[in-house]
């Protein structure tokens, strides 16, 4: 009897004996076509508990029995590629097929597992057959790399598959972590389900393989850092986040930045849930440095992804997180994050309604003073680590987040009259076309004045101003950096708040895709244009823009003024912290030179 799969009937139990009986419904199976044989695999699970008495005594031989069960392995032509289906039918097959049938099963499972023109999932489901008959043959040891690869291909239902493979997780499950580790950020959550299918202990084999490299001190190069940015992406698939947030933390001593930034910079990118990490941003016990360091991630995704009333949540949240956090680095994150989510103007607005002359409390590492520049203190030696450009300073100084705007230069007329006098070649407008973006063709007499404008406007006494008008022009008073009033950095403070203890040349390592992200250099082609604020990322310290955009003037070790920083016009591989240049008070020279204030 041969039933086709279009009309499969049920068995017949006759109700009264007969003169010629069906055959047994093993001999249907051994006498049935493959294309057939699938279509009575349902009537074979009803009968599974007697279908071992009935196959052995099948006569025949192992060829007509064999295309009977090649209709229903998993790797035959009828299945689909899903593990649950693929385990029933192989359990089925190995518990009714006779002792002397298992060899010849064997066999033909390995030369499917191992051709290569057969589909994924007949190889992956040749493999399970085979591991249920011998799963300490010799040969296994052989296949572990091939056996990964399939299962990583098999995105929709590789870790289903991967949980048949349990008996062999010691030899695939380096393998695997290989895959995580020198793979893309796009491909980790996918590698990691399958290393959770394999490997009940995953997430303690990737905390293991991350732990090599605590707090991010180790010197270690962008490919390592790259790395090991995906074991860690994967352990926040695992819910294992709590493990990296010592990674975020910025020690008070010289360390390698790379780790920390890959981490920030690769969260979006790995596709982890955003309402994951707006979860984990909410948590109060986190660090304020991986607050910051998740708000920073945040802004790489796109608002349009949460829900409108998730986002509105969302929105309220940041804002009182801007206006009220103490933490200069979480308040520069949230701006910048509210900025590229299309609030520019609540962020001015926030800051404008917390307008103060000195923090509110000690606690408050920022504050914004009366005329709109937002200010950030750095730590100082008491804080942790040596005093110099590295380690720390020895008195507590306030550097303004931003460097000083057109609008902001604008209000003051003298300051303004001053940029002119000193020749401007292009016109401003049409390199700084909006009114955020950084002033320029700034000169030394211009930014003395302006420092003083603003002490003035701030209501500090003239006795605290940092400059003086001479005959010869605009000079700093003496014993200048002990003045309360508003001034131009030091070349020491202004590389300490550049460099965040970082030891590379850049602040963030020497990814130039990672250094886009926190400053603007000009594409190759692209129109003579300066960025306005917050449109890059801000540093550890909450400083925009430090490399990038517009060079700016400090004060010399030596005396005198110079520049430092890099421009927009500098390639993104070849800025560095190091970068100083005398400053000459030439049109030609200022297109691209700004200041940023100093506050003792």
């Avoid at 009977?68 to 035959?76: D, K, S, T, V």
């Avoid at 572990?144 to 695939?172: C, K, Y």
């Avoid at 605009?474 to 300490?496: A, C, H, M, S």
């Avoid at 030891?503 to 960025?531: C, D, H, N, Q, V």
Wanted: proline share 7%.
């Amino acid at each position: 009897v041969c039933f086709s799969a279009e009309a499969a009937p049920p068995l017949i139990v006759p109700r009264r004996r007969r003169a010629h009986h069906p055959p047994p419904i093993a001999t249907q199976y051994a006498n049935s076509p493959p294309d057939d044989a699938r279509a009575l695999l349902d009537e074979v699970r009803r009968f599974a508990p007697t279908m071992r008495a009935e196959v052995e005594q099948v006569q025949g031989g192992r060829s007509r029995l064999g295309l009977a069960m090649w209709g229903f392995l998993p790797w035959g032509e009828m299945v689909t590629g899903s593990w649950g289906a693929a385990r029933e039918d192989v359990e089925l097959v190995l518990d009714v097929a006779p002792e002397t049938e298992l060899a010849a099963v064997e066999e033909e499972a390995w030369r499917v597992a191992t051709d290569p023109l057969a589909t994924r999932w007949r190889r992956l489901g040749a493999a399970l057959t085979a591991l249920r008959i011998a799963p300490e043959d010799a040969r296994w040891e052989g296949q572990n790399e091939e056996l990964a690869h399939l299962l990583v291909a098999q995105a929709l239902t590789g870790a289903d598959w991967a949980r048949g493979f349990r008996p062999l997780s010691g030899g695939l499950s380096p393998v695997l972590l290989r895959h995580i580790r020198e793979g893309e950020h796009a491909e980790v959550a996918a590698l990691a389900r399958v290393l959770e299918g394999l490997e009940p202990r995953a997430a303690v084999l990737l905390v293991e393989e991350l732990g090599g490299a605590a707090n991010g001190r180790a010197v270690i190069s962008d490919v390592t850092a790259k790395e090991l940015t995906n074991i860690a992406l994967a352990l926040m698939f695992f819910g294992e986040q709590g493990r990296l947030w010592p990674y975020f933390e910025m020690p008070a001593e010289a360390h390698d930045p790379r780790l920390r930034h890959f981490l920030t910079h690769s969260i979006a990118a790995g596709r982890v849930d955003p309402m994951a990490v707006i979860d984990w941003v909410r948590d109060e016990a986190l660090p304020d440095p991986a607050r910051a360091a998740l708000l920073r991630a945040l802004a790489d995704y796109s608002e349009d992804l949460l829900l409108p009333q998730t986002r509105i949540a969302v929105r309220e949240d940041i804002e009182k997180m801007l206006a009220g956090h103490p933490s200069a680095a979480v308040h520069a994150a949230c701006a910048y994050l509210l900025a590229r989510w299309g609030g520019l103007e609540r962020v001015l607005e926030i800051e404008r309604e917390r307008a103060t002359t000195l923090p509110r409390t000690a606690s408050y590492r920022w504050y914004v003073e009366k005329l709109g520049h937002a200010m950030a203190v750095l730590p100082t030696v008491a804080d942790g680590g040596e005093e110099g450009a590295i380690g720390g300073l020895a008195g507590r100084v306030a550097l303004g987040m931003l460097p000083v705007r057109v609008r902001q230069l604008e209000r003051c007329e003298s300051a303004r009259d001053l940029v002119e006098q000193g020749g401007v070649a292009v016109p401003i407008a049409e390199i700084a076309p909006q009114p955020q973006c950084p002033a320029i063709y700034v000169n030394a007499q211009a930014a003395m004045r302006y420092c003083n404008w603003l002490s003035e406007a701030n209501g500090l006494p003239e006795s605290e101003f940092c400059y003086q008008e001479t005959e010869t022009g605009w000079q700093p008073v003496e014993g200048f950096l002990d003045k309360e009033g508003y001034r131009l950095p030091t070349e020491k403070e202004w590389e300490f708040g550049c460099r965040v203890w970082a030891t590379t040349p850049k602040p963030w390592g020497e990814s130039a895709e990672i250094g886009k992200r926190y400053g603007w250099f000009l594409p190759y082609g692209a129109p003579r244009r300066l960025e306005g604020a917050y449109h890059r990322a801000p540093n550890g310290f909450g400083l925009f823009g430090m490399l990038g955009n517009v060079e700016q003037l400090c004060h010399a070790q030596e005396g005198g003024f110079v520049r430092r920083g890099n421009s927009m016009f500098t390639a993104p591989d070849l800025v560095s912290i190091y970068r100083r240049e005398p400053y000459r008070p030439e049109p030609r020279k200022a297109m691209t030179l700004g200041f940023r204030l100093a506050r003792t």
